[in-house]
């Protein structure tokens, strides 16, 4: 099983400042990798997928980056609607797996 | 518009069953890759199972592997989730998404998610 670790639990930035979250694969993940955002009481929704291909309707903002095991998402000049639990999930070995989220919030 | 609209979640006793359904419309059902992904009171989204398209093939996480039972019904467009030997771990909200790709290793991700149905283990 590829256990993915996600740093840091809790980011806190300022608006227009940016901020990054990283996710780290146990095993390989290859490009395997996606991001989500979690808004409180809502549906999660696919930012990142491929490690680095923004979904469609997602703002340029966000991006990803890493192969292998080490990916980072960044965005890069947070909004206040950007306030929300942000996920890694690998597609490269079963069984899938997610990292344990970090939240991210508005200073 | 892509929906996807769980229900069957409930209060049940330890060692209890329950199967939750997951409706979709919007698309063609058939075409892909679905799943169930949990989230506990608390906790982070932690991924269930899986079933193809044509159903032959399904995959499990190790916490539910011999207890859940992933199943699809093309027909009436429908996901299912059979749910046995229910654990107080198992408590969660409970979501199916569709995944976007014939396969999962060249997929791009789970972009249509429901919005849950909590099941609650405990006596």
């Known amino acids: 099983e590829i256990v993915m670790t996600q740093s840091p639990a809790t980011l806190s930035v300022s608006p227009g400042e940016r901020a990054t979250v990283s996710c780290r694969a146990s095993q390989s993940a290859y490009i395997h990798l996606a991001w989500y955002q979690q808004k409180r009481g809502q549906a999660p929704r696919l930012l990142i997928y491929g490690a680095s291909t923004r979904a469609t309707g997602v703002p340029a903002r966000f991006s990803g980056s890493g192969s292998e095991t080490e990916f980072t998402l960044t965005i890069s000049s947070l909004q206040s609607e950007d306030s929300a639990v942000y996920y890694c999930?690998?597609?490269?070995?079963?069984?899938?797996?997610f990292g344990g989220g970090t939240k991210v919030e508005i200073k | 518009e892509v929906q996807l609209v769980e229900s069957g979640g409930g209060l049940v006793q330890p060692g209890g069953s329950l199967r939750l359904s997951c409706a979709a419309s919007g698309f063609t059902f058939s075409n892909h890759w679905m799943t169930w992904v949990r989230r506990a009171p608390g906790k982070g989204l932690e991924w269930v199972a899986i079933i193809k398209q044509d159903a032959r093939e399904t995959y499990y996480a190790d916490s539910v592997k011999g207890r859940f039972t992933v199943s699809r019904d093309n027909a009436r467009n429908s996901l299912y989730l059979q749910m046995n030997s229910l654990r107080a771990e198992d408590t969660a909200v409970y979501s199916c998404?569709?995944?976007?790709?014939?396969?999962?290793?060249?997929?791009?991700?789970?972009?249509?998610w429901g919005q849950g149905t909590l099941v609650t283990v405990s006596s």
């Open positions: 999930q690998q597609y490269n070995r079963w069984p899938l797996s």
């Open positions: 998404a569709r995944w976007i790709g014939v396969n999962i290793h060249g997929g791009s991700g789970f972009d249509s």
